[in-house]
């Protein structure tokens, strides 16, 4: 269970949440392939191996060597594409590719958390134009990602500009909670790789969730909660337990329909006085 309502005096605090297997029950950037493929992106021979490379990192995650594997085949095979084309391709197949593949009980914590008055914030290794637009449907409040370097063109050259992985999540925790307030501490942190053990071991309170099993043994040792998240549900079928923070013309809206709402009562109610009579 999750402590209570922040206490505003005191220094912010935050959720940092990894996505892949975490959040969502698959590698947020292989989930697309079909969709780049559909797009003219990538051919049939590399929908198959990121197919595979989705059935390993399933099966029993991706260790460093894996992941150093995955980020050179996934940062040569987009060498050339249009930075614009991939937002609108991601875009447009979101809510069918990852709505469905979000863990009820990340959703849920991620709930949780903003009532507490934390901050959410999604920590990825997937490339930016993925997981912003997934931070986005979550509500997150901010999103740490890997960049790549796009060229005059508007194409990626095939180079990394910032690799969010391993120590350097935590770096990025640690900058943010400088730039932001947060006291590490009392903030929280939630993982299934053992890559991730810098970021968790930064905070207050680290979670493993669906851990491998290195991370496991880690989480162990350590006396840190072992999570298991294992319902996938759309949003949608959850609210309006999952809600996203009100914005101004939601207020407004809601605000109209209450007020028509009372005028129907106050309507209907004179018509019934007035038939009685």
């Not at 987009?78 to 937002?87: E, I, T, Y």
């Not at 958390?113 to 449907?137: K, Q, Y």
């Not at 925790?173 to 307030?181: P, V």
Request: charged share 25%; hydrophobic share 40%; proline share 5%.
């Amino acid at each position: 269970m999750l402590k209570g309502v922040e206490n505003h005096s005191l220094p912010r605090t935050a959720a940092f949440f990894d996505l892949d297997k975490t959040v969502i029950a698959k590698s947020s950037t292989l989930t697309f392939s079909k969709s780049f493929y559909q797009g003219g992106l990538i051919n049939r021979r590399a929908v198959l191996r990121t197919a595979y490379s989705q059935f390993v990192f399933l099966a029993g995650g991706a260790d460093h060597e894996q992941m150093e594997r995955m980020r050179t085949y996934l940062s040569a095979l987009c060498r050339g594409w249009n930075v614009q084309q991939v937002k609108e391709i991601v875009a447009e197949t979101l809510h069918d590719l990852i709505d469905p593949i979000i863990y009820d009980e990340a959703a849920s914590l991620i709930e949780e958390h903003h009532t507490a008055g934390r901050d959410v914030v999604i920590v990825s290794t997937s490339g930016a134009e993925v997981v912003e637009p997934i931070g986005e449907l979550l509500g997150a409040d901010r999103v740490v990602a890997t960049r790549m370097v796009v060229g005059d063109d508007g194409c990626f050259t095939g180079e990394v500009e910032y690799y969010a992985y391993g120590p350097t999540k935590a770096e990025a925790i640690r900058e943010l909670a400088a730039s932001e307030g947060y006291d590490l501490s009392r903030c929280y942190a939630y993982s299934d790789s053992a890559t991730d053990v810098p970021m968790l071991e930064s905070v207050g309170h680290p979670h493993a969730v669906n851990p491998d099993r290195t991370l496991r043994r880690e989480a162990l040792a350590r006396g840190w909660p072992i999570l298991d998240f294992h319902r996938p549900v759309r949003l949608k079928q959850r609210l309006p337990a999952f809600s996203v923070p009100p914005r101004p013309a939601l207020v407004a809206a809601a605000a109209i329909g209450a007020a028509a709402a009372t005028a129907g009562l106050v309507w209907y109610a004179s018509r019934r006085r007035a038939t009685v009579a």
